[in-house]
């Protein structure tokens, strides 16, 4: 191939070269000195900047599972505490139904024992009126019986004879 016969763009001399290659250095060192240090500032503050919030996602995401312990903790514990105050409610319930059925017991007790004593009073009473009537009947029924006895004279006068007889007598 020619090298000769091609356009000049294509074949640079060595003067164009140099002025390319000076001009080459010089952004370069330009960049180097003003664009090279801002851009890997940015580019480290980026990267600092991802780290940290990383970093802060990760805390985030302990604290989150932290936070869900305790809530299961938590939860736990207030299951643990309904299911206490359930038993002593219960507890204080079957107490308090106790303690009604012994007090209705006892009152029970106590009724009974006032409607014997009233029942055993009441029968006494009724015997003593029994007893007092039939007394009454009896002396009744002696007076006339003796007074059919002692129509006749003689028979009244022997019947007080022999009474007076039986009365101890207290002077002898």
Do not use: C, Y
């Amino acid at each position: 191939m020619d090298f000769t016969q091609l356009p000049a763009i294509l074949t640079p001399d060595i003067g164009l070269l140099f002025w390319m290659l000076l001009a080459f250095l010089v952004v370069f060192f330009a960049l180097a000195k003003f664009g090279f240090p801002v851009i890997t500032k940015t580019v480290e503050e980026r990267k600092n900047f991802i780290d940290e919030s990383l970093r802060k996602a990760h805390e985030a995401n302990e604290r989150l599972e932290n936070i869900q312990v305790e809530g299961e903790k938590i939860l736990q514990s207030a299951r643990e505490k309904q299911s206490q105050i359930l038993r002593e409610a219960a507890e204080t319930r079957d107490n308090i139904v106790e303690k009604a059925q012994q007090t209705a017991r006892a009152e029970n007790a106590r009724l009974l024992e006032e409607g014997r004593q009233e029942i055993a009073a009441e029968r006494s009473n009724v015997e003593k009126e029994i007893r007092a009537q039939v007394a009454d009947l009896s002396v009744k029924i002696a007076e006339k019986v003796l007074r059919q006895q002692l129509e006749l004279g003689d028979k009244q006068m022997a019947m007080i004879d022999k009474l007076l007889d039986e009365i101890p007598n207290d002077n002898k």
